[in-house]
Structures are given as C-alpha cells and as structure tokens.
C-alpha cells in the first residue's frame, strides 16, 4: 500500500473520498448552449446540497444565488489577521464531451499496476499507455464504470476544498486568515466567471482546485476563443437539383477537410503548441454549422489561428457559388500570466503549500483553461492548484484518493502560509 504524502493527508483521505462519492452521483453535465445560470438543474440540486453542508461544517452565512454560485466565509483563526482574505474556488459542472449521468465511482485499492478493465464498454486503463497512471501502483485509484465520465474534473477539487474546509473549522487551534469559498457553475463551457461578482467576494486573491498531477501549480493557461461557422446552401428536391442544388453540409465537410491535418490540431501538438479543434458539425441540405475552439499560448499566434480559419472557409464558400458564409469568433478566455506576474506571492505561498505537503510543485502550462484564467483577468488574481485526477472529459477519467488527499491538505498548509506572511 503506498504511503500517504503527510499523516494530515492519511487523516483527511476518508472524509476526501466519502464527499468525492457523493458529489459524482449527481449529474451536473453543463450544456454548450446556455440560456440561463446554471445550464443544467443538475449543478444547482449539487450547489444547494454543498452550500447545506457548509452550513453543518458551521460557515453560517453559506449561501446560493439565483445564478447557482455557491459563497461561505470560514472566518481568521483566534489572532489571526482577518483583514487578509483569500479565496478557494473549484467548479460543480462536468463536461459536456462524454456522458455524465448515471456515475457509478469504484474505488480499486491497493492498485497493483496492472491494467484496470473497467465493468462496462470494455474499457480497459492500461499503464503502458498511462504514465501517470503507471506511476501510482499502491494508490486508491477511482473510476466510473465505463460508461460515464467520473467527475474528477472539478468534483475531486469541490470534495478537497469541502474536506480543508472542515478540518480548519474542526481546528480552531490552526492558523488560517479569512477564507471565502466559492463554487462556480458551467465552467465546462466558458461561463463560470461570467457572473462571479469579484468585488463581493472580496478576497485580495484565489486559487482554483482544478488542475491534474500531483504537486501542480499552474500560473499560465491558453488563451482561447471559440469559432462557429454557419454555411447557407440552396436546398431543392434532389430529383431536380441540377444546376440549382447547393448543399452546405458538403460544404461544411469540405472546410473541415481544407483545414490543416498534420499540424495545428490537438493530436499533433504538444507543449506550448496551439490548434484549431473542431469539435462539432451539425445541419443539412439548408443549412450547415461547424463549431471550433482555438487555442494558444499566444495572442499573436492565437489571432493566426482565427484568420487562417476564416481564410480557409472563405476559400471553400467561394469556390461554391450559391453557398454563404457567416462566421462568429468569439473570446473564451485569457492566457492568467500577466495578470498574475505583478502578484508574485500568490504563486509562492502555493509553492510553499506544496513544499510543505513533500511534494515537488510542478510549474506548466495548462493546456486549457480554469475559472482562474477570466478571474485573474477581472482583477482576483487566481493560479490553479492539482486535484489528483486525469484523463478528464473521458469515460477513461480517474482519481488517485492519494493525490486528492495530498490536495486537501495542500489547501490547509496554504492557509498556514498565508497566515504566517
């Protein structure tokens, strides 16, 4: 059996894994299309049940608001200094990109580094092809069943934040400033900080639980925009299309194939490479969209990305005389590090958490985005901490209870160093 990173991790590990198995059951799948906050009803029966629990925990002024943003105030430790606030943020929502009802966690203890073959679709996790996953033999490893995501991604952060929260009010002893909570909904699909309402948290700056391996701290992200192509053909009876027929899902399908195919896509890049990633085509006859997500570490790179996308589609619709073309980019969310540089020492007192736990802090890039990346670009400076899972957005995802409790407990020695500075 592996050792725990601390006895503090050991002593927070069940109540880790007891709130994680709970929160996955609920299904809080975000929808692409919103048309009000929270998407989906799912995320606010999880928003009310966490804000009920932090109420029990004895954060009296847990609340949710008509939006499905979840708040609370773990005051400052006896002598503490409560003017400094800072703030703990993970998201309720799953992704979008695989099924999220119907979660079945299982908890494979003692991992023996085999392959894991999981009940349902065949799906087998194999450490040949998983580093991370080989690199944890000894652990608890949590999965879903085969035929859902687990939810790691953000539920693991929302448990660990949860379980800091009520060990530092268990222990008043602690050192700790004023902490706010908060949980975000529809982060999945670009809106958790839409109308998280900075200036009433209050918080002088905060850390998203949302990251992957453990000992991450993350102070850089892509920036990212999201592109829709909507093509309009001439639709007629087939029979007699001759010289009339234009059809736009031919030509929706020709874009994407006029695109860059060894280059610029997510599964040729790597490192600080972007892409241009299409990820859904819909229509018919009629009418045809493509919708794309663009992703850099680069502005300038970035702005490339969008022009070659409109160049190329221009090119097709042109090339077909009858088709029109409307394309909408539009911002996602910015790369956090110029607005995190000026405040180096909400990165350094995370390092230190993670120093304190014995873990190495890993410092790269995120190749995506966190609530962080709008937050820290709204003025609440926000890096992003490890939670313990991988394969996120998968039916492959899974948790280490090892690196999740190390998480937690990262969360209590940040509050230390926050108190000591």
């Known amino acids: 059996m592996a050792h725990f990173t601390s006895t503090l991790a050991e002593s927070l590990a069940p109540d880790v894994l007891a709130r994680f198995d709970r929160y996955v059951r609920i299904d809080t799948q975000a929808a692409r299309d919103r048309t009000q906050s929270p998407s989906t009803p799912g995320q606010l029966e999880l928003a009310r049940l966490l804000a009920q629990e932090l109420a029990q925990i004895g954060l009296a002024d847990a609340a949710v608001d008509e939006n499905g943003y979840v708040t609370a105030t773990l005051a400052a430790s006896a002598g503490g200094d409560a003017a400094t606030v800072i703030g703990l943020i993970a998201h309720v929502d799953t992704s979008p990109d695989a099924p999220g009802a119907g979660v079945v966690p299982i908890v494979h203890r003692g991992y023996d580094g085999a392959p894991i073959t999981l009940p349902r679709n065949a799906i087998t996790l194999d450490p040949a092809s998983e580093p991370h996953l080989a690199s944890r033999a000894g652990h608890d490893i949590v999965t879903a069943s085969g035929d859902t995501l687990l939810g790691a991604d953000d539920k693991a952060g929302v448990a660990e934040i949860m379980a800091a929260v009520a060990h530092l009010q268990a222990h008043p002893e602690l050192p700790r400033p004023t902490i706010r909570i908060c949980f975000t909904p529809d982060e999945e699909v670009g809106e958790g900080a839409t109308l998280f309402d900075v200036e009433a948290f209050g918080a002088r700056c905060a850390y998203t639980m949302d990251g992957s391996s453990a000992g991450e701290i993350q102070d850089e992200t892509f920036s990212a925009l999201e592109a829709t192509i909507t093509i309009t053909g001439v639709d007629v009876h087939p029979g007699l299309a001759t010289g009339i027929l234009v059809n736009a899902a031919r030509v929706a399908a020709r874009i994407v ?28 006859t009629a009418r045809a969209r493509i919708r794309a997500i663009l992703r850099d570490f680069d502005d300038e790179l970035l702005a490339g990305h969008a022009e070659l996308l409109r160049a190329t589609a221009q090119a097709v619709a042109d090339a077909t005389p009858g088709a029109s073309l409307q394309i909408d980019v539009v911002e996602q969310y910015p790369n956090m590090r110029a607005h995190l540089a000026p405040f180096p020492e909400v990165v350094e007192h995370a390092i230190a958490a ?26 609440l400076p926000t890096p992003n901490i490890f939670t313990g899972g991988h394969a996120y957005h998968s039916a492959r995802e899974w948790a280490s209870l090892q690196d999740m409790a190390a998480a937690a407990a990262v969360i209590v020695h940040l509050a230390a160093a926050w108190a000591a500075a």
């Open 354 to 379: 993670i120093r304190a736990e014995g873990l190495e802090p890993l410092r790269e890039p995120i190749r995506g985005g966190t609530d962080g990346s709008r937050l820290s670009a709204m003025g």
């Open 257 to 284: 194939a006029a695109l860059p195919q060894e280059r610029l896509t997510p599964e040729t890049t790597s490192g600080r490479e972007g892409f241009i990633h299409v990820y859904e085509m819909s229509g018919d």
